[in-house]
């Protein structure tokens, strides 16, 4: 859902969200990525576990049972989707400039002067700019998961 995004948003992002701190948003991003590196790793091990395997031999001679082994793979790599979609879709949303900040900056670890380098904007714009595309990253991310509960 596209939303009209206003760069004179005079609020900070902490005003309307007191009680996220800096610290959540890191770990979200910090999630992301481990799960985009972990849903690799699940596909792997999902072809690595055989299909099926003979009933007529001991369920002794396994540690673990190849359909229950397979089947919370599966579900693992459900949930990891599901998160990566959403996050995904929370991106998409944002207008492209507050996307390439955040991804930048929370998903390649890179430093503000660098974007703001590279971007060519002046630092003060810069900033004003990155707490924009926090705010509506945030406003993305709670209405998404409030559309989700409905």
């Known amino acids: 859902m596209k939303r009209d995004y206003q760069l004179s948003i005079s609020r900070n992002w902490k005003e309307v969200y007191p009680e996220i701190s800096r610290k959540f948003i ?9 799960y985009m590196m972990l849903t690799k790793q699940l596909e792997t091990d ?11 031999e001991l369920a002794a001679k396994s540690n673990y049972n190849d359909g229950q082994v397979q089947f919370k793979i599966t579900e ?8 990566l979609k959403e996050m995904d879709n929370v991106l998409r949303a944002l207008p492209a400039m507050f996307r390439e ?24 714009s810069y900033y004003y700019l990155k707490n924009c595309a926090i705010l509506a990253f945030l406003d993305e991310y709670f209405a998404n998961d409030l559309l989700k509960r409905l």
């Open 26 to 34: 890191h770990e979200l991003f910090e999630k992301y990525k481990y």
């Open 46 to 56: 999902a072809q690595n576990i055989p299909s099926s395997f003979n009933l007529d």
């Open 76 to 83: 693992k790599k459900a949930d990891i989707d599901n998160f």
């Open 101 to 124: 900040i955040i991804i930048k900056y929370y998903i390649n670890r890179r430093r503000d002067i660098e974007i703001y380098i590279e971007l060519g904007l002046p630092k003060s």
